[in-house]
C-alpha cells in the first residue's frame, strides 16, 4: 500500500477508535432500555406456526395470553397458511401447529413429521359475494355454485397461498371437475383471508372463507353469505405437536403443554364462547371430546 | 386510542431497532465509504460498484435471506434469533450499510482532492486530516444518515420475514400497519401511518438543523 494510502487508513482507525466508544455506550442504552439483547431462551420458547384465520378472527387474541400465563412459556405465533406452517413443522422451524386442512395434515402424520395430533374445534367455510349475486347462486350446494360460477364467468378471488382455505376451495373445484386456473374470471391474492375479503369486496366477486374472519370483518365489506350449511364446508383444527425425533431442537414440552391447554375442558369453553357477545353467535365449536370420525372426516 | 400501551411498544420497539441498526450502519459505513473514496488500491471501483449495488437491495430479499441463515434448519439456527427484535437489527443493518457506505464515498470524493495534502502540510495529524474531511463534507454525510435510516424506518419486508409480526415482540409501525390493513381496519391502518410520519419527520428535523447549522442560507 502506498505511503499516502497508510496515512489515510490510520487517521480513519484513529478516528474510528474514538467513535467506537461513544457508539458501544449508546448502543448499551438503546439495548438495556427493552430486552432487545435477548436471543429466545430455549425452554421457555415455544413458536406457534397457524393460520390467518385463527389470527384474523382474533381467537388467538384471547387464547394465547391464557396459555402464557398458565404454563410460563412465551409464545412466538406466526400466521401463516397451512401449508407453510405444515412446510415449516417438516423443517422444524415450528414447534407446534394449529391448522385446518385435515388431508395434508394426515399425510404430514403419515411422514412422520407430527408427533401427536388432537381435534381442537371446527366451524364451517361459507361462500361469500355481492348481494347482487351475478351467478346467482345463493342457497346452491358448495360444488354446483363453483360450476355455476365457472359457466357464468364471474369473477371469483381465490387464496391462491396453499392455505387450508385454499386446499378445500381448490378440493371442490376437483369435485366439480373444473380447472379455474388460468381462465379469465379467476384471481389469485396470494395473501391472508382477511385481505382476500377486502379484495373480493372492492371487486364485487365470490370467495370461499370461514366464518369466522367473514363475522369479524364483516363491517367494512360489501359481501354477503351466500352459500353455507353444507356438509363440504366443514372446516376442522387440528393442533399436532412436531416430532422431536426428526428434529431434536424442537420444544417438545412446551408444545405437548400447548396441545394439552387447546383440547382441556376450561380452555374448550372459552373457545365455544368466543365471539358470542360481538356476533350474537360463537365462531368457532369445541370438539376435543369428539373423534374425527364424529364429525364425517 | 393514540395512548395505549400497546401502540406506544410498538413505536419504541420500531425507533430502537431502525436507530441500532442505522448506528451500526453508520460504524461500519462511514470507515468503509471513506477508505474507498479516498485510498487507491486495486479492486477499488469494484468494491464501489458492489456498494453501489447494495444500495438497491431490495429489504424483503434481504429478509428471505437473512431469515434461511436463521431458521432453526439454517446455518445459524443455534443462535435462536429468528422472530427476535435482533433479527430485525441484524437484517436492516445488512439494508442500510450499503446506503450510508455508498453515499458517504459519493460525499468525500466531492471534497478537493488536495485538501488532505494541505491539512497534513498543515501539521495535521493523520486523526486530524481525516477529522477534518469529514467536517468538511458533513453536509452530504448527515445526507447519508438520513438516507440510512430512512431507509430502514419504512421498511417492512424484512421486518415482516426474520420478525414475524409478533404482538408484544417484534411488532413495529410498518408490520403493524400492514396487518391493520388486512384486517380492514383502515382508521387505524391510517393513525398508525401518521404515527410513522411524524416521527421520521421529526427525526429528519433534527438532523437537517444538525446539517445545516453555520450555513449562511
Not at chain 1, 397451512?82 to 385435515?102: R, Y
Not at chain 1, 353467535?281 to 371430546?289: G, H, K, T
Not at chain 2, 466531492?110 to 501539521?123: H, K, T, V
Request: aromatic fraction near 8%; include cysteine; hydrophobic fraction near 50%.
Amino acid at each position: 500500500m502506498s505511503k499516502e494510502n497508510s496515512l489515510f487508513v490510520d487517521g480513519i482507525i484513529a478516528c474510528m477508535q474514538r467513535i467506537f466508544s461513544i457508539f458501544v455506550l449508546f448502543a448499551s442504552v438503546i439495548t438495556a432500555c427493552t430486552g432487545l439483547e435477548s436471543s429466545a431462551p430455549a425452554s421457555s420458547n415455544l413458536i406457534l406456526a397457524t393460520t390467518t384465520s385463527t389470527q384474523d378472527s382474533g381467537l388467538l387474541d384471547v387464547l394465547i395470553p391464557l396459555f402464557e400465563a398458565e404454563s410460563g412459556y412465551t409464545v412466538q405465533t406466526v400466521a401463516v397458511g397451512s401449508g407453510q406452517a405444515m412446510k415449516m413443522g417438516e423443517d422444524g422451524n415450528a414447534d407446534v401447529l394449529l391448522v385446518h386442512a385435515p388431508e395434508a395434515e394426515e399425510e404430514f402424520m403419515a411422514k412422520g413429521f407430527g408427533k401427536d395430533r388432537a381435534l381442537v374445534m371446527h366451524n364451517d367455510f361459507v361462500v361469500v359475494g355481492p348481494a347482487s349475486d351475478p351467478a346467482g347462486i345463493a342457497g346452491m350446494a358448495a360444488v354446483d355454485a363453483w360450476k355455476r360460477i365457472a359457466a357464468s364467468g364471474a369473477v371469483f378471488i381465490s387464496r391462491g397461498d396453499d392455505s387450508g382455505t385454499h386446499k378445500k376451495e381448490m378440493n371442490l373445484w376437483k369435485q366439480a371437475a373444473l380447472d379455474p386456473k388460468g381462465q379469465a374470471w379467476y384471481f389469485e391474492s396470494g395473501q391472508g383471508m382477511g385481505a382476500t375479503l377486502t379484495i373480493a369486496s372492492e371487486k364485487g366477486a365470490y370467495t370461499l372463507t370461514d366464518r369466522a374472519t367473514y363475522l369479524a370483518a364483516r363491517d367494512h365489506l360489501q359481501l354477503e353469505i351466500l352459500v353455507e350449511g353444507d356438509e363440504t364446508l366443514l372446516n376442522v383444527y387440528h393442533v399436532i405437536t412436531v416430532n422431536p425425533e426428526k428434529w431434536e431442537k424442537v420444544n417438545y414440552e412446551g408444545a405437548l403443554a400447548f396441545l394439552r391447554f387447546l383440547i382441556a375442558p376450561s380452555t374448550q369453553e372459552i373457545i365455544g364462547q368466543f365471539g358470542v357477545d360481538r356476533f350474537g353467535q360463537p365462531l368457532f365449536f369445541p370438539d376435543a371430546n369428539k373423534t374425527d370420525e364424529d364429525l364425517g372426516l | 386510542m393514540f395512548f395505549n400501551p400497546e401502540i406506544f411498544q410498538i413505536t419504541a420497539l420500531s425507533l430502537q431497532v431502525s436507530t441500532l441498526a442505522t448506528g451500526i450502519s453508520l460504524l461500519i459505513g462511514l470507515p468503509l465509504g471513506t477508505w474507498l473514496a479516498l485510498g487507491n488500491f486495486r479492486g477499488r471501483s469494484f468494491l464501489l460498484s458492489i456498494v453501489n449495488t447494495g444500495m438497491a437491495l431490495p429489504p424483503v430479499v434481504v429478509g428471505l435471506v437473512v431469515a434461511m441463515m436463521l431458521w432453526r434448519s439454517g446455518p445459524l439456527g443455534d443462535l435462536r434469533l429468528i422472530y427476535t427484535p435482533m433479527a430485525i437489527v441484524i437484517a436492516q443493518t445488512i439494508i442500510a450499510a450499503p446506503v450510508v457506505t455508498g453515499l458517504t464515498a459519493a460525499a468525500l470524493e466531492a471534497l478537493d482532492p488536495r485538501l488532505s495534502q494541505q491539512l497534513l502540510g498543515l501539521g495535521a495529524s493523520r486523526l486530524q486530516m481525516v477529522w477534518y474531511l469529514w467536517r468538511e463534507a458533513r453536509l452530504p454525510l448527515l445526507a447519508a444518515l438520513m438516507a440510512g435510516f430512512g431507509s430502514v424506518i419504512s421498511e417492512v419486508g424484512a421486518s415482516m420475514m426474520v420478525g414475524g409480526n409478533i404482538k408484544g415482540q417484534t411488532r413495529v409501525l410498518t408490520t403493524a400497519i400492514v396487518l391493520e390493513t388486512s384486517k380492514g381496519e383502515f382508521e387505524t391502518a391510517l393513525a398508525l401511518s401518521a404515527l410513522l410520519l411524524v416521527l421520521t419527520y421529526l427525526i429528519n428535523l433534527a438532523l437537517t438543523r444538525i446539517q445545516q447549522r453555520g450555513q449562511k442560507r
